[in-house]
């Protein structure tokens, strides 16, 4: 608490004059007392004193986050064409990708990955990841531009025919080093089951003539 006091004690011109040659002038033909200013001595008090404040703190939700009311709401009026569901818990997870699967606001896809799954979300159908071969990497030239390495490849994607377990066999025996027949061979057998074919079902005929 500081403590200043301003006023001044009530002098009377008279005294003002005997103890104070030249205090007085006159102003506007009155006789005012002219006073010197002084430094009242001050002194400066610190005490810690416990003040109960009657106020309350007002809850406001700025926080940034969503209750699932909100989100489905969200996603009801954007419709997206895919959807990836990141963050939350895992039944929170599930519940919000069926209600989407269920009530059909989402037209594509709805991926919930897991921490640190990669998901693929291009919905571009005419993208194709292709494997190129050494041979053709090293022939192309590339071109810089500004952070990026560009070449042009002139190709057309031929798709490969799947590769049934027969085939698959075949390749494992000729990796193990195993003879394969060659096609005279292999014709010749077609020619004995075919033969034998026939030879059944003439046997067959036969035994139905005789009944």
Same mark, same amino acid.
């Given at each position: 608490?500081?403590?200043?006091?301003? &006023?001044?004690?009530?002098?009377?011109?008279?005294? &003002?004059? !005997?103890?104070?040659?030249?205090?007085?002038?006159?102003?506007?033909?009155?006789?005012?007392?002219?006073?010197?200013?002084? !430094? #009242?001595?001050?002194?400066? /008090?610190?005490?810690?004193?416990?003040?109960? &404040?009657?106020?309350? $703190?007002?809850?406001?939700?700025?926080?940034?986050?969503?209750?699932?009311?909100?989100?489905?709401?969200?996603?009801? *009026?954007?419709?997206?064409?895919?959807?990836? /569901?990141?963050?939350?818990?895992?039944?929170?997870?599930?519940?919000?990708? *069926?209600? =989407?699967?269920?009530?059909?606001? $989402?037209?594509?896809?709805?991926?919930?990955?897991? %921490?640190?799954? /990669?998901?693929?979300?291009?919905?571009?159908?005419?993208?194709? *990841?292709?494997?190129?071969?050494?041979?053709?990497?090293?022939?192309?030239?590339? *071109?810089? &531009?500004?952070?990026?390495?560009?070449? #042009?490849?002139?190709?057309?994607?031929?798709?490969?025919?799947?590769?049934?377990?027969?085939?698959?066999?075949?390749?494992?025996?000729?990796?193990?080093?195993? !003879?394969?027949?060659?096609?005279?061979?292999?014709?010749?057998?077609?020619?004995?089951?075919?033969?034998?074919?026939? !030879?059944? %079902?003439?046997?067959?005929?036969?035994? =139905?003539?005789?009944?």
């Amino acid at each position: 608490m500081i403590v200043d006091s301003s &006023v001044v004690p009530h002098i009377t011109t008279e005294r &003002v004059a !005997e103890t104070i040659p030249g205090a007085l002038h006159s102003e506007n033909g009155q006789t005012v007392p002219h006073y010197e200013e002084r !430094e #009242w001595p001050t002194k400066c /008090i610190s005490q810690i004193t416990k003040m109960e &404040v009657l106020c309350k $703190v007002e809850f406001i939700d700025f926080e940034g986050r969503s209750d699932g009311e909100s989100v489905k709401k969200i996603l009801s *009026q954007v419709k997206p064409k895919q959807l990836v /569901i990141v963050h939350g818990s895992a039944a929170a997870t599930r519940h919000l990708a *069926q209600y =989407a699967s269920e009530t059909g606001i $989402v037209q594509g896809k709805i991926f919930t990955p897991r %921490l640190g799954e /990669i998901v693929d979300a291009t919905i571009e159908s005419h993208i194709y *990841q292709v494997t190129l071969s050494d041979a053709l990497m090293s022939s192309l030239i590339f *071109q810089t &531009v500004k952070d990026a390495e560009l070449s #042009w490849l002139d190709a057309r994607i031929a798709r490969r025919k799947a590769i049934t377990g027969a085939t698959s066999a075949v390749e494992e025996n000729r990796e193990e080093g195993e !003879e394969m027949p060659s096609e005279d061979e292999t014709m010749e057998q077609g020619g004995e089951e075919e033969t034998g074919d026939g !030879e059944r %079902l003439s046997n067959k005929r036969a035994a =139905a003539a005789d009944t």
